[in-house]
């Protein structure tokens, strides 16, 4: 195992120092290294059954040295023959170095250390390879062996290698990844045990602040109204969303050409319900823009989303802006408000419009038809057409006949005020005789003229609403955003008036310059109503979705959110994100541009990832070119040669061990025919005490003394055995010359061997 | 089975696994996984190797006799064999250290055995007190590699030794009463006692002065010897109130009273029986059994029953040898003597009373 992982390291380590080829094949040398090495550790191994000393480690690279003189002329094969050089030096190494022991305890530290340089400054090991990690299977195991030994032993007795044998096994087994651990998994785990003690935490809180009416400063739906001063960030699920579309778009990079993704978002407005007036300005926008399917695909299509409530206490149903179907319980929801507070469990199913504004074919169409549309009034029937034929769905899903007629009535009240006032400019309303909600919409109660003039000078180079939109959303966004706000910020006003509205916008703008959405929405919507702008508050919450699909989205407390809606001329109401931190409608947007038509004849709206189709070459069946038969042929060659040669080395190997083991035989039959009496029973002696040591399966300790022996022998030969042991000890310790064996004692000797070996003494 | 963890072990092993994962978990590939498995795997395969090492280990004990004499020494072998594939290391001995000295073996002696070996130790034994019980080697500890994790495991069969009571004057102090012996006590069949009868005889020289009748010689002018009456000689009972414990739960403390008890009632039985005087001795041995030691054979034999082990059979049997005393100690039966040796005494109270 040390030899392994050694010649592995130092292969690895090598860094084609050797050669291009041996940098490929280093695997297959280090494998060859070991076999032989093996071979010739049997082979000693046998010799020395029969001879001790030296001789037997020379013996053994007899084979090998045959072997690479065979070898030395062929080219291809050439690291087989170094394969067997340095394996015969390996044999003679350890045969030789009576310390080999100590170099294989230090030596695996020096191994791990070096193996863990080379992984962390090489990368050097995969798990592609199965050497290597037998290598490290190897090396893992010595070390702790050796470590074993060293420190806790002490240098005594190591504790059995099975124990370490048995680790190397499972350890090959366990299979084992080139990447590094992935915590993912656990830090969902406990990002989920977090969650889990924060929702009992949260519905604690959610029990005791409706049982003692707590008010608090923290973000969330129930405080956007309330709030102006310092806010802080609550974490505290207030919605969950259930969506089956994907939380992301993929479109191509125009400048890269990559294909990206792109989190999707997602407004939720609250307090308003089915906000059909909405729904049926933007599809009359775009019938007077004489938008097509394929067109009003590129920038909406219709989506289903369910609502649950969770940690809200509130009769406001909050679903997605643009919806236009609600249900909760098989029950229809039109109102914006239900007549009780809605409290955890609570769900809403909404199908909705979702609009991309961030979509430039859009925005071209908004900016056309605010600019040139003349918005008149489209029938019914005409419009519910244009509506099936776009979305696939009708109008009366939407809006009965009699809704739309109203909400026709209530755009021309917004269109009249425009019409009249086309280029408000710096003129103030004075109310009169418009409807209330005209009225209330475009209110600059408490704005003084400060703001006035930057409301003028923001829009005075713009001719239509949506661009004086976005020029006064563009400046806001330079502000900083920060739910601490100074001092002077601290404020506790109402911003469902104007006048709160005007004192948050001007602390914003003028004072602190800093805030948070409240600030930025109040100030939108004065300088838009101060620009003639029809301009109102919506608020709800803004959710940007994972990357990830999940099965279900919850929405916190810190998404709460509020956004300005500005009415413009011929389109009607429409959102904006005036919010520094929050995206724009154009870093939301799809991204979808219109393709070639297909094969069916359709266009299609989704760019997927171009795909290089292989057309270098032309493969023939089996996938070879030609001029790679050749090699192919070859390549059988040297694996026949190997087998040729492997053969070639075993045969003389086998052939000497036969030969001595012949040698032995002979020699001692030899040595006993040819011996005096007292060398004959000096040998059956020694024999004797060898079946004696196996016989009784223990350790005999030998301090000299026959009586060990006799006393473990079986007890029908024990009487013959003592006569020949009492013969044995005369030969030994009488004087030169004096008392010799006698033959009847060397074949008593005889007969207790051979009654032994046929197992006569059992009964 | 217990398991001890070496705390300072435990912590260094955590500190290891710990850099492990860090380590695995910048580095992936077989450098930083082989090892962090390894760590990982080094308990479980520890604790498998033990059970194996110990489920294929026998242990055999061993002593010369049968019987054993406190504090004597005998000889012990401890035979063991590992029958297993595995060679066992660092396997050390738990001995009843408490009541028994071995001198050849300790609880230090660290133990190897290699695949299929058979050990035989030998030592000599001395138990410290008598009675019946649990002796040698109580249980075999294994130790993982790294010294983290000790595994001790009870020898399934314990040695029990039967180790004889010595006769000593333990009991005279507490039995040098003349006065127990009275005439109501129980007749013995075999030792009689003589007493002055009325028949007379011609004085023969010899013949003690107290038996010389001097009224008779006085009248007949020459002395009259009395010759005795053979009569038989008056008994002790001695009721033995073992404990009622189970032998798994007797502790040394246990031990040692049961120690002293069985001196004590041989002591005494032996006593008496030097002073001629027959005793009853009551005691439970499984059943409330009763025994008259008169001689040197019904001696032995109590003896021998007293050191294959004093117990209760049953509750009942408890419940009657109380009852017995009870009776005895309200004096329903006022004419005999009858002495009450406790193995368990009440504070204050003497080993043994007269009831």
Not at chain 2, 225 to 233: A, I, Y
Request: proline share 3%.
């Amino acid at each position: 195992m040390f030899i392994y992982a050694a010649l592995m390291i130092a292969a690895y380590a090598s860094g084609g120092l050797f050669g291009e080829d041996f940098e490929q094949k280093k695997d297959t040398f280090v494998l060859c290294v070991m076999l032989f090495s093996a071979f010739s550790a049997v082979l000693e191994y046998c010799i020395r059954l029969i001879r001790k000393g030296i001789l037997p480690t020379f013996l053994s690279i007899l084979p090998g040295a045959i072997g690479a003189f065979f070898l030395r002329r062929q080219d291809d094969i050439s690291y087989l023959a170094g394969a067997i050089i340095l394996s015969m030096c390996i044999r003679l190494a350890i045969g030789i170095i009576p310390f080999w022991k100590k170099i294989v305890l230090y030596g695996s530290f020096v191994l791990t250390a070096l193996a863990i340089f080379l992984n962390i400054t090489r990368n050097t090991f995969t798990v592609s390879s199965g050497y290597e990690l037998f290598m490290f299977v190897c090396l893992v195991s010595l070390t702790l062996c050796s470590f074993q030994q060293l420190f806790i032993e002490k240098g005594k007795t190591a504790f059995p290698f099975s124990y370490f044998f048995i680790l190397s096994v499972l350890l090959t087994v366990i299979p084992v990844n080139d990447d590094p651990i992935d915590w993912t998994g656990v830090i969902r785990a406990g990002q989920k045990i977090v969650q889990g003690a924060d929702y009992a935490l949260s519905s604690v809180s959610y029990f005791f602040t409706d049982v003692l009416d707590i008010k608090t400063n923290s973000t969330g739906y129930s405080t956007l109204t309330n709030l102006g001063g310092n806010a802080k960030k609550t974490k505290t699920t207030e919605l969950i969303i259930h969506a089956k579309e994907k939380p992301y778009v993929l479109f191509n990079d125009p400048d890269s050409g990559e294909k990206m993704k792109r989190r999707r978002g997602l407004y939720l407005t609250g307090g308003r319900g089915l906000d059909k007036e909405v729904i049926v300005d933007f599809l009359l926008m775009l019938h007077e823009g004489s938008v097509s399917r394929e067109t009003a695909k590129l920038f909406s299509h219709i989506s289903d989303v369910n609502l649950e409530y969770v940690y809200l206490r509130t009769r406001d149903e909050i679903v997605p802006a643009y919806s236009f179907k609600l249900s909760s319980n098989g029950k229809k929801i039109e109102k914006g408000q239900s007549k009780n507070v809605h409290k955890k469990g609570y769900e809403i199913r909404s199908r909705y419009l979702d609009i991309d504004f961030g979509s430039q074919y859009l925005i071209a169409l908004l900016k056309d038809v605010s600019a040139n549309g003349h918005m008149e009034n489209v029938g019914y029937e005409e419009l519910s057409n244009y509506v099936r034929d776009i979305y696939g769905v009708g109008l009366n899903d939407i809006v009965s006949e009699d809704e739309y007629n109203e909400i026709l009535e209530k755009s021309a009240r917004f269109r009249e005020y425009r019409q009249n006032f086309p280029d408000n400019g710096q003129k103030a309303f004075g109310g009169g005789e418009y409807s209330q909600d005209v009225i209330d919409s475009l209110d600059v109660s408490g704005a003084d003229e400060e703001l006035r003039s930057l409301a003028y000078e923001l829009t005075k180079d713009y001719d239509n609403d949506y661009d004086k939109c976005r020029a006064i959303e563009a400046y806001l966004r330079q502000y900083e955003y920060s739910l601490l706000v100074p001092e002077e910020g601290d404020l506790k006003v109402d911003m469902t008036t104007a006048e709160g509205m005007s004192r948050l916008a001007e602390s914003f703008l003028f004072e602190t310059q800093k805030g948070y959405c409240i600030h930025y929405t109040s100030a939108m919507v004065m300088m838009l109503r101060l620009s003639g702008i029809p301009a109102r508050v919506a608020l709800g919450y803004c959710y940007l979705y994972p990357f990830e699909e999940e099965e279900f989205y919850p929405v916190e407390g810190d998404r709460a959110h509020v956004w300005p809606e500005a009415y413009i001329s011929n389109v009607g109401w429409t959102g904006f994100e005036p919010t520094g931190s929050y995206p724009t409608a154009e870093n939301l947007t799809w991204n979808r541009a219109p393709m070639n038509a297909g094969k069916s004849g359709e266009a299609s709206y989704y760019m997927g990832p171009s795909v290089k189709k292989n057309t270098e070459g032309n493969p023939d069946e089996d996938g070879l070119e030609p001029q790679n038969q050749d090699a192919r042929e070859k390549a059988s060659d040297p694996y026949l040669r190997v087998l040729y040669l492997t053969v070639s080395l075993m045969l003389p190997g086998a052939g000497l061990i036969i030969l001595l083991i012949l040698f032995t035989v002979v020699a001692h039959k030899l040595r006993y025919t040819l011996g005096t009496p007292d060398e004959k029973l000096s040998i059956r002696v020694e024999q004797i005490k060898k079946m004696i040591r196996k016989y009784s399966r223990e350790r005999i300790p030998d301090r000299g003394f026959l009586s060990e022996y006799l006393k473990r022998a079986p007890v029908q030969l024990q009487p013959d055995i003592e006569k020949i042991f009492c013969a044995y000890y005369a030969l030994l310790y009488s004087r030169a010359g004096k008392a010799s064996v006698s033959m009847e004692d060397v074949e008593r000797a005889g007969q207790v061997m051979q009654r032994w070996k046929k197992g006569d003494f059992n009964d | 089975m217990k398991i001890v963890v070496d705390k300072k072990g435990l912590l260094v092993y955590l500190l290891i696994l710990v850099l492990s994962v860090l380590f695995a978990s910048f580095y992936g590939g077989p450098v930083s996984f082989v090892w962090l498995h390894a760590i990982l795997l080094i308990f479980p395969i520890s604790v498998l190797y033990i059970f194996l090492s110990h489920y294929f280990l026998s242990l055999y004990q061993e002593i010369e006799v049968h019987k054993l004499s406190k504090k004597d020494r005998h000889d012990y072998r401890l035979i063991l064999e590992n029958n297993g594939i595995l060679p066992i290391h660092g396997m050390t001995l738990g001995l009843y250290s408490d009541r028994c000295d071995l001198d050849e073996i300790k609880e230090s002696d660290v133990i190897a055995l290699g695949v299929h070996e058979r050990r035989e130790i030998a030592s000599s034994i001395r138990c410290r007190y008598a009675g019946a019980y649990d002796a040698g080697v109580r249980y075999l500890k294994f130790t993982d590699p790294f010294r983290i994790l000790c595994i001790w495991f009870e020898v399934s069969y314990s040695f029990r030794a039967l180790v004889s009571p010595r006769i000593t004057d333990i009991a005279e102090r507490s039995l040098d009463i003349e006065n127990i012996v009275n005439s109501t006590g129980l007749k013995s069949m075999h030792l009689f006692e003589d007493s002055s009868g009325s028949d007379l005889r011609n004085y023969l020289p010899g013949d003690q002065m107290s038996k010389i009748n001097w009224k008779v010689s006085a009248r007949f002018s020459e002395l009259m010897t009395r010759l005795p009456d053979r009569m038989e000689k008056k008994t002790v009972n001695i009721i033995l109130q073992a404990v009622n414990v189970p032998e798994h739960d007797q502790d040394l403390e246990l031990l040692k009273k049961r120690d002293y008890f069985l001196e004590f009632a041989v002591s005494a039985a032996w006593h008496f029986g030097e002073q001629g005087v027959p005793v009853s001795l009551i005691y439970p041995a499984g059943e409330i059994k009763e025994a008259l030691v008169d001689s040197h054979d019904t001696f032995l034999e109590f003896f021998n029953e007293v050191t294959n082990g004093l117990f209760y059979r049953s509750e009942e049997e408890f419940k009657k040898l109380n009852e017995m005393t009870d009776f005895e100690r309200n004096g329903r039966n006022a004419s005999d003597t009858w002495i009450l040796i406790r193995e368990d005494r009440e504070p204050g109270e003497g080993y043994c009373c007269i009831i």
